[in-house]
T-cell receptor, first 113, second 111 residues
C-alpha cells in the first residue's frame, strides 16, 4: 500500500544537539511538506518542496533545514538554533490534484530533555 | 497574520445531534477549502473539501457550506457519533499548492 512513513515516532533531543526526522513516501507525489503542531496553534508550515533538489521556506523555517535529493524522501533537521523544538512534527505529500489535498504521515513527537 | 481562523477551540454535542464547526478566512485567493480530522499522535486525514466556486458539498453525514461574501465556511456532521470525537482542522489551499490551516476545534460527541 502507498503511504507516507515518518520515523521515529518519538524522539528525544538534548539541548544543543541536531536531530533529523525522516519522511519517506511511495505515492509518487512531487510535492512534500513539513508542518509543526503546537497546542492551540494548529499546523504551521516549516518547509516545502515541490520538486527534487528544490525547496522553499515556510512560515517558521528558522532553526530548521531540509534536503530533497530524492523524490521519495524529505528529511527535516532540527538544529540547535531552534529554541523551542518540542512539538509534534507532521510530513505530508501531494500531487497537484485537488480536492483531496495532502496525505499525511503519522507524525514524530520531538521532546527536548 | 492568521489567514484561516477557527475561533472555537472546543465543541461538545450529544450523540445523534448535529455538530457544526466553523471557520473564517481572510484571503479571497484561496482555491479550495478542506476539512481534516485528527486523532492524538496521528496525522490528519482528509474529510471533505469544497471548491471556492461552490457553496455546498455533501458526503454522507458530512456537509460543508461556503459563504464567500462572509468569508466563512462550516462543517455539519449529522447525526454525530462518538467516533467523530477528534480535532477538526479547517484548511485553505492556495494556487501554489500551499495549505494554510486553522487552529483546530476539538469535537466531543457524548453517548
Amino acid at each position: 500500500d502507498g503511504g507516507i512513513t515518518q520515523s521515529p515516532k518519538y524522539l528525544f533531543r538534548k539541548e544543543g544537539q541536531n536531530v533529523t526526522l525522516s519522511c519517506e513516501q511511495n505515492l509518487n507525489h512531487d510535492a512534500m511538506y513539513w508542518y509543526r503542531q503546537d497546542p492551540g496553534q494548529g499546523l504551521r508550515l516549516i518547509y516545502y518542496s515541490q520538486i527534487v533538489n528544490d525547496f522553499q521556506k515556510g512560515d517558521i523555517a528558522e532553526g530548521y533545514s531540509v534536503s530533497r535529493e530524492k523524490k521519495e524522501s524529505f528529511p527535516l533537521t532540527v538544529t540547535s538554533a531552534q529554541k523551542n523544538p518540542t512539538a509534534f512534527y507532521l510530513c505530508a505529500s501531494t500531487t497537484s490534484t485537488v480536492p483531496n489535498g495532502y496525505t499525511f504521515g503519522s507524525g514524530t513527537r520531538l521532546t527536548v530533555v | 497574520d492568521q489567514q484561516v481562523k477557527q475561533n472555537s477551540p472546543s465543541l461538545s454535542v450529544q450523540e445523534g445531534r448535529i455538530s457544526i464547526l466553523n471557520c473564517d478566512y481572510t484571503n479571497s485567493m484561496f482555491d479550495y477549502f478542506l476539512w481534516y480530522k485528527k486523532y492524538p499522535a496521528e496525522g490528519p486525514t482528509f474529510l471533505i473539501s469544497i471548491s471556492s466556486i461552490k457553496d455546498k458539498n455533501e458526503d454522507g453525514r458530512f456537509t460543508v457550506f461556503l459563504n464567500k461574501s462572509a468569508k466563512h465556511l462550516s462543517l455539519h456532521i449529522v447525526p454525530s457519533q462518538p467516533g467523530d470525537s477528534a480535532v477538526y482542522f479547517c484548511a485553505a489551499l492556495l494556487g501554489s499548492g500551499k495549505l494554510i490551516f486553522g487552529q483546530g476545534t476539538t469535537l466531543q460527541v457524548k453517548p
